[in-house]
Structures are given as structure tokens and as C-alpha cells.
């Protein structure tokens, strides 16, 4: 055999084992409803957001009665002059309806992929002093909280396993609670991102850059397959765009957004910023999970048009 034929049977031979491989790994599961809900409720400050929160949420119809609720916000680093996290106020509002919706446990949980400290960060953005008001919930940080292997689903990234989080493998229901935030490696960080901070750091590190050397959007399908959100709160009434998630400009959207499945919640999310969800990578790739077409998009609230504003990327 010549050198040639030789790399050619080699080629076709590799070819094979590729096209065999693909087909013996699970794809992403198909978890699509007919058709989504997602509301879009005009908030023009936070003290306007227990009332819109109840409304929202009213409008999306949470099956929460009787079951253990955790909330996951987008708790990165606090500075007084940034909009980095989720606010404060739109999680205890959050906290507050699920409790007069029936929820039996509502708890806020979180592992921040920068700052170790989580206490520090959550008394300082003012979260633990709304918590204490409500007396009824409890802060965990993910980080620390002790971890079960659970099998990953789709095989996007290496990982055969992860370590998660017992209290969030606990709960009944799971919802994401993102900033609205443009992020210059994934383009936006909205709920299906938002996931990143249930993977611990005890055991990953920090900035937990195993999920980053998987690929980024891989690494976010995986975590949104194997870790489903059931509802999504997105935090829009102080957005963020062009560098973020942590140093991009404050942007007034002026509005929060209620879903009952992430990837329409993020598709939605992205055409208020004047992003093309087709274009951002995990989106497009979580397609089996949610709904990205519009026609299967039922839209309650506001007009996408009355809210949208274009939102300046990261290069």
C-alpha cells in the first residue's frame, strides 16, 4: 500500500469511529413544551418590584403549592457603582409571592465563581438583610453545600460526571434568576449561563475554569440538561452591556421577564437587547430543552417592541 492509499484508509477509518461515536452519544433530551409562556412586565425601578414580581409570576402560573423552591440569582461580585448581580429586592419579592403561592420551603442558593467570600457578598449587596425581614427563607452557598455525582446527559463536554450541590438536587423546583448582561465569551448571560454558579467551588475551584476549557456553550447545555430550570426571573430593570458580566455599562431596560422555559426566556431576552438568538452558540444548542421559534412563544405583557433597546456588545 502506498502512502497515499494509506492515509486515506486512515482517513475513512478515523471518519468511522467519529460517525459511530456520534451515534452512540446521547444527544441533548428533548424537553421542549408545545408552546412557552413568557411575560414581559415594565418595572421602571425596584421599588416597584414586589408588585410586578406578583404579577409575573400570576401571569406564568409556577406550580410551586406544596413544594421546596430554590431560587438561583446571578451573585457575582458586589461594587456600588456596577449592576452585576441580580438585586437584591427582585429575590426577596421572588421569595415573598412563591410563599403566597404555596410554596412549602423557599430557599436562595448561589456559588460565585469569584468572590470566595459569599457572606461578605451577600450582606453587602443587601441581600441577607431582606432575607432576615422575610423570616421564612435561608441563603445556601453553593460552594460549599455538600455534593452528589450525578451522571451528565449529553456528552457535549468530557465531563462523564458532576458534582453537585445536595440542596439543589433537593429541590422540587428550580429557578433561575439571571441579570440581563451581554458577557464577552458567551455573548449574553441570561438563565441557561446563569447556571454556572450551582457548580461548586470546593470542588471545581474558582473561577471554576473546568466548565471554560470544555467550551463554554457546551459546558452551559450540559449544566441546563443535566440541572433543568423549571421557571425563569430575569432581572431587566438595570441591564448591562458590552463587557460584561462584571465591567460593562449599566443600561436602564426598565423591565422584568417571567418564563416557564429558559431558552424561550433567553430568545426573548436577547431580542430586548437587539441580540439575534439564532447567533449566540448555547442558545441554538439548547434547542431540545425549549423553544427558540416565535411561533411556539406565547408572549403575555408587554410588546417586545415597547422595551427593546440595542445593546452594545463586547468585541
Known amino acids: 500500500m502506498n502512502r497515499r492509499n494509506l492515509l486515506s484508509a486512515g482517513a475513512l477509518a478515523t471518519t468511522a469511529a467519529i460517525s459511530l461515536h456520534q451515534q452512540l452519544r446521547p444527544s441533548v433530551p428533548f424537553r421542549r413544551k408545545a408552546k412557552s409562556k413568557v411575560a414581559i412586565l ?15 409570576l400570576r401571569l406564568i402560573e409556577p406550580a410551586v403549592k406544596g413544594k421546596s423552591v430554590l431560587l438561583k440569582p446571578n451573585l457575582v461580585e458586589y461594587s456600588p457603582n456596577t449592576c452585576i448581580n441580580t438585586h437584591p429586592t427582585v429575590i426577596a419579592a421572588a421569595v415573598d409571592s412563591l410563599y403566597r403561592l404555596g410554596a412549602a420551603s423557599v430557599v436562595v442558593a448561589e456559588g460565585p465563581g469569584h468572590v470566595r467570600d459569599t457572606e461578605m457578598l451577600i450582606e453587602e449587596c443587601g441581600l441577607k438583610k431582606l432575607l432576615k425581614e422575610i423570616g421564612r427563607t435561608r441563603f445556601v452557598d453553593l460552594n460549599f453545600d455538600t455534593p452528589s455525582r450525578v451522571k451528565t446527559t449529553t456528552s457535549l463536554t468530557a465531563l462523564k460526571e458532576l458534582w453537585l450541590p445536595n440542596t439543589l438536587l433537593a429541590a422540587d423546583v428550580v429557578i433561575s434568576m439571571p441579570k440581563i448582561k451581554t458577557h464577552h465569551w458567551a455573548g449574553v448571560t441570561l438563565s441557561l449561563k446563569n447556571l454556572f454558579g450551582v457548580v461548586p467551588g470546593s470542588v471545581y475551584g474558582w473561577p471554576k475554569n473546568i466548565l471554560h476549557w470544555q467550551g463554554i456553550d457546551n459546558s452551559i447545555v450540559e449544566l441546563a440538561s443535566t440541572v433543568p430550570i423549571h421557571y425563569v426571573i430575569a432581572d431587566g430593570v438595570e441591564a448591562m452591556e458590552g463587557n460584561g458580566p462584571l465591567h460593562g455599562r449599566r443600561r436602564d431596560l426598565g423591565c422584568l421577564v417571567f418564563a416557564n422555559d429558559p431558552v424561550s426566556a433567553d430568545v426573548i431576552c436577547c431580542d430586548l437587547m437587539s441580540i439575534t438568538a439564532a447567533n449566540i452558540a448555547h442558545v441554538r444548542k439548547a434547542s431540545a430543552l425549549g423553544n427558540i421559534e416565535r411561533k411556539t412563544i406565547g408572549l403575555l405583557g408587554e410588546l417586545i417592541s415597547s422595551a427593546r433597546q440595542v445593546f452594545s456588545q463586547a468585541p
Open 42 to 56: 415594565k418595572c421602571a425601578n425596584y421599588e416597584s418590584a414586589y408588585k410586578v414580581v406578583d404579577e409575573g
